[in-house]
């Protein structure tokens, strides 16, 4: 089944304990990128890759690192994490060239 | 740049009653628009899409929306809700240019549905 996955999908963590978000997409896609949803604020872009090895900022990335060392995997890594990024992340993915961005089902992250 | 404003957070309605779910967007170039739906405790699903062409697009679970150039907006439409609409729904914007990269998003309307 084509599909983006992220792990975990639940996470309670505390202040400055450093923690990654995978995200994993079995169809191919170059391009992948995190948002994370707030109320009220709707869905805003963190990082983006255009393909293995490219990223580049979005609209919020202060306080976040990505890495695309593989074409399927596009981790999201909080050094140290704070309060302010307790929210519910996605990860999404297209082909190049086409529209349209699948996106997996969420990881709802507390920071304590 | 790009923004999108969905003016109605919440959009209670009855069942088989019909909505319209609002979007208005700016944008100093060509966009595409998109509705995605969120149902509870799930991600991001596309709804429909406007890239070029007829500017009514429709969804296979009877959502529809226009396009106006003039007045900037996509609105959604439903002629008959059905208690599974309950859902949230988000109106997003992408460059053309851009080939769909930069999404950005409204920020949701809550659809509730009631018998």
């Known amino acids: 089944e084509a599909q983006v996955t992220q792990n975990p999908r639940y996470l309670i963590t505390v202040t400055g304990k450093k923690l990654t978000v995978t995200c994993s997409q079995n169809?191919?896609?170059?391009?992948m990128s995190w948002y994370r949803q707030d109320p009220g604020l709707g869905l805003r872009q963190i990082y983006y890759?255009?393909?293995?090895?490219?990223?580049d900022k979005g609209d919020v990335p202060e306080g976040y690192k990505v890495s695309r060392k593989e074409k399927r995997n596009f981790p999201l890594i909080l050094e140290s994490p704070s309060p302010n990024q307790t929210s519910l992340y996605f990860c999404?993915?297209?082909?190049?060239?086409?529209?349209?961005?699948?996106f997996g089902p969420g990881t709802r992250l507390t920071v304590l | 740049a790009q923004s999108v404003t969905q003016l109605d957070s919440q959009v209670p309605v009855f069942e088989e009653a019909p909505v319209e779910l609002r979007c208005n967007y700016s944008?100093?170039?060509?966009?595409?628009l998109f509705w995605y739906v969120q149902y509870p405790n799930q991600g991001l699903q596309l709804l429909l899409k406007?890239?070029?062409?007829?500017?009514l697009v429709e969804s296979i679970n009877g959502f529809e929306a226009e396009f106006n150039k003039s007045q900037t907006s996509f609105h959604l439409r439903k002629p008959s809700v059905h208690i599974s609409d309950t859902a949230e729904y988000f109106c997003?914007?992408?460059?053309?240019?851009?080939?769909?990269?930069?999404?950005?998003f409204g920020t949701g309307t809550q659809l509730k549905v009631e018998l």
């Open positions: 169809m191919n896609h170059e391009y």
């Open positions: 944008s100093s170039v060509s966009v595409y």
């Open positions: 890759s255009m393909n293995v090895e490219v990223t």
């Open positions: 997003a914007v992408s460059p053309i240019t851009g080939g769909g990269n930069k999404l950005t």
């Open positions: 406007y890239l070029s062409g007829s500017t």
């Open positions: 999404a993915s297209k082909p190049r060239g086409t529209d349209t961005q699948y």
